[in-house]
């Protein structure tokens, strides 16, 4: 692949220790203020857990040339078409219902780049860069994000957890492999693309700790033998974690140990802690002191609540979003803008 | 009495008065959800229509609604259920909007001065001429007060118009009044002088956020709003009004318009001392006391608890200047030499040291040996020694065997040291990182440190021990 030009990419990762924190929600967020600020992004929905933001937000899948068996051809050129909603969703209802050995019908989905790039490593072979930048979707609006959702429907959920498996570097899972050069086939063919806004699975252990490790690893110019060549000047990375949360205890605690810990070790970069939907009005010191005591005396100390942000609740907004389809860019979450850092330099 | 069901009700007006009494009664606001739904719709029902109730009533209501806010926040009204939380913040901050307004002619707001001088007219008639002492010619008069209320409300709306306006016109003329007693004493009020419903509500702000009970384990909600805080910011902004007298009944607070907003600015926003204009400040801080521990009457004091939140706002404020910084410098090291100074002198200069203050590095050291004791030890050891690590990490591993030794020495214990170590390790960068960690390390395996359970569980915490990391 030819040297690419000196260019500056963000990368916002949202991550979580349980569901239903209002991950995926910042993260679509994020990727519209990307737009608002004059930049291209792109999202990619690495919660392959069994949710799709495909199926949340109004989104058109594009049009792909298939095979004579009716399969996804990835290795070719964007077609510039997408579906209407209406037959992404009895194209999606067709996968769904299809053989399992009848392999990447459309809609393409993440899952479907990430199954040719595992095909090609476990046969050894040199793996062909797939054409994503004719397999991203796009929101019905058009509003200028983006889209690489993955898939919900059972069959490739099941499929996804069995790419877990430590890749021969014993450093990253072959997903994180995956996913890797994914990022190099997108960044490399579409140049104007200068945000990427990853929403990971839930938990903080296995693919997400793995995605956060290869995420620093990357800003730090450190990546293992087998991964895109980054390592060069070629591209400097602005690397925007976050680790979002509800107010409850059983959420906040492990996500404040998995901050400090992992502040302390410098494994991986520094997390911000997004605590979500909290009521209108919450005082964010009264929240600090609550995290304090939860920590106790010997780690209550150490200030992991210090840096935490809280995101008030946005009922109208993001609450909705998945209900209606689409989220509405209102004051409300333009305000989000400063929380997310979605303006700022970030190292 | 005892045999009344109204005694509630009874009480509940008696203490109506501005101040702190109303807090006394907070307890027996709460019997039951039932009761509570009625007294949140009518105090809700007073503050939309602040001009027909007594200021005393309306800064009962504020703390009422503070404390219900924060004990029971979902009632549920007529209208549906509400959550207080949301309610509240906006109408208090149309509530100040509407007291710092002129009063509407011919309401008791307009008259509720001249009503109240008629009402101490009355009292100091009837003591005389043996007299009664202040306190109780000021609570004769604050009840009266409430008893001619009760008795206006009884009236259709023309004839308690006509008789507000008829009283009103009979009380003393300014020249005529006797020189003020007391900070509550009628004479002293005027929108132009004491504006008592203004103060009132700004007293009742202030206090409401040190009433409430904390519910520990719980998320607590600010009951303020931009709007509230920055008609706040204005108030205190003020030019001074001159000296704050005090007052016999239980008042409790600063005694001038622009001293109440600060302190209850500073109570609904701890960093609000640096959103004032800068002059403002300043001048704040120049009436930083002499002597803390003395009474000086010839000094322009602040209320001490202005001072306590001023002085920690200065610790956490990003907006204070490097000149304000070193005018706050000057002033705790001119300051005489007390426990209380010192005390300051502690809090506030470990603050300014960690914004890069080098120059106080030796004379924090002796004031942390001096309160090597208090209860905010833990937490401000691990900020003195950020930012040691940082300002001089030569002399990092030295300054902490030395603060070690002093505090053993001094017979207090030293395992906050060990836990403020884990904050660099925390927090610290570069070599002071390093120093931290292993100077964390090294101490861990000594005594007292090696039996200490708290040190112990923040060595394997940071990975400062071969085994027992959670990887």
Redesign the interface.
């Known amino acids: 692949m030819a040297p690419m030009d000196e260019r500056t990419v963000r990368i916002h990762v949202f991550a979580s220790v349980k569901g239903g924190v209002g991950k995926s929600s910042l993260a679509i967020a994020c990727a519209k203020l990307v737009v608002l600020a004059g930049r291209k992004p792109v999202l990619i929905d690495g919660d392959m857990m069994g949710t799709s933001i495909a199926d949340g937000l109004k989104l058109c899948a594009p049009k792909v040339e298939l095979t004579n068996e009716g399969n996804l051809k990835l290795l070719a050129p964007p077609t510039g078409e997408f579906y209407t909603l209406e037959e992404t969703r009895r194209l999606r209802a067709k996968r769904r219902d299809g053989k399992r050995d009848v392999a990447q019908l459309p809609p393409v989905f993440l899952n479907d780049i990430l199954d040719h790039f595992d095909d090609g490593f476990a046969d050894g072979r040199e793996v062909e860069i797939p054409r994503v930048d004719g397999l991203l979707w796009r929101h019905e609006q058009d509003d200028g994000v983006l889209y690489l959702p993955s898939s919900a429907l059972r069959r490739d959920v099941a499929e996804s957890l069995g790419w877990i498996r430590i890749h021969p570097d014993d450093r990253f899972d072959g997903w994180v492999h995956c996913l890797a050069w994914t990022l190099e086939a997108l960044l490399s063919l579409r140049r104007d693309l200068t945000d990427i806004v990853i929403d990971l699975p839930p938990g903080t252990v296995g693919l997400t700790h793995q995605m956060l490790l290869l995420l620093s690893s990357l800003a730090a110019k450190k990546l293992p033998k087998g991964y895109p060549v980054w390592n060069t000047e070629a591209i400097h990375w602005r690397l925007n974690p976050f680790l979002v949360s509800s107010?409850d205890?059983n959420d906040l605690l492990p996500a404040l140990?998995y901050i400090?810990?992992n502040?302390?070790?410098r494994e991986i970069s520094p997390l911000g802690l997004l605590v979500n939907r909290?009521?209108?009005?919450?005082?964010i010191?009264?929240?600090k002191e609550?995290s304090r005591?939860m920590l106790?005396?010997?780690?209550g100390?150490?200030?992991?609540e210090?840096d935490m942000k809280l995101v008030e609740e946005h009922r109208e907004t993001l609450g909705a979003m998945f209900r209606k389809g689409d989220l509405v860019v209102d004051k409300k979450v333009e305000a989000l803008s400063a929380i997310l850092g979605v303006d700022e330099r970030i190292s | 009495m005892a045999s009344r069901t109204d005694v509630f009700d009874l009480v509940s007006l008696a203490s109506e008065i501005p101040g702190s009494l109303p807090v006394t009664l907070l307890g027996s606001r709460f019997p039951n959800e039932k009761s509570i739904a009625t007294q949140v719709a009518q105090a809700l029902r007073f503050l939309d229509n602040p001009d027909e109730i007594p200021a005393g009533r309306i800064a009962a209501m504020i703390i009422f609604l503070r404390v219900a806010a924060a004990k029971q926040p979902f009632v549920k009204l007529a209208a549906g259920t509400i959550d207080l939380r949301e309610v509240v913040p906006d109408r208090f901050a149309v509530l100040l909007e509407r007291v710092i307004s002129e009063p509407k002619p011919d309401t008791l707001a307009a008259h509720e001065t001249a009503l109240l001088q008629v009402c101490a007219g009355i009292i100091q008639h009837i003591s005389e001429p043996h007299g009664i002492s202040v306190r109780e010619g000021l609570w004769l008069t604050w009840r009266l007060f409430q008893w001619l209320c009760l008795q206006l409300d009884t009236l259709d709306p023309d004839a308690r118009r006509e008789g507000m306006r008829r009283l009103a016109s009979r009380a003393p003329k300014v020249e005529q009044m006797k020189e003020p007693m007391d900070r509550l004493d009628p004479f002293g009020f005027g929108r132009d002088r004491f504006d008592i419903r203004l103060a009132a509500v700004l007293h009742a702000f202030g206090v409401m956020e040190e009433v409430w009970p904390v519910i520990p384990g719980t998320t607590l909600h600010k009951i303020s709003s931009r709007q509230l805080e920055e008609n706040l910011i204005a108030l205190a902004s003020r030019a001074p009004e001159g000296a704050s007298s005090k007052s016999e009944l239980e008042w409790n607070a600063p005694g001038t318009i622009p001293d109440l907003a600060l302190l209850a600015l500073l109570r609904l926003k701890l960093s609000g001392f640096g959103d004032l204009p800068e002059e403002t400040r300043r001048r704040h801080i120049e009436a930083l006391p002499v002597a803390p521990d003395r009474n000086r009457p010839e000094e322009n004091r602040l209320p001490e608890a202005i001072v306590n939140s001023l002085l920690l706002t200065t610790m956490a404020g990003d907006q204070i200047t490097s000149e304000e910084r070193q005018l706050i410098i000057k002033k705790l090291r001119d300051m005489e030499d007390s426990k209380t100074s010192r005390h300051w002198r502690w809090i506030v200069f470990t603050g300014l040291f960690a914004r890069g203050e080098a120059v106080l590095e030796y004379e924090l050291f002796t004031l942390f040996v001096e309160h090597a004791a208090s209860f905010r030890i833990k937490v401000l050891i691990g900020l003195y020694l950020l930012s040691l690590a940082s300002l001089a990490v030569d002399r990092f591993a030295t300054t902490v065997d030395k603060l070690v030794d002093a505090f053993v020495d001094r017979g207090a214990s030293p395992i906050p040291i060990a836990l403020g170590l884990g904050q660099v390790c925390q927090h610290g960068t570069g070599e002071g990182l390093e120093s931290a960690r292993g100077k964390l390390r090294t101490l861990a395996k000594t005594k007292p440190f090696c039996d200490d359970d708290d040190v112990q569980e923040l060595v394997r915490f940071l990975g400062l021990v071969d085994d027992g990391a959670d990887g």
């Open positions: 107010d205890r140990e400090g810990q502040k302390t070790r909290v009521r209108i009005g919450t005082d010191d009264a929240l609550i005591d106790g005396p010997a780690l100390v150490l200030g992991i210090r």
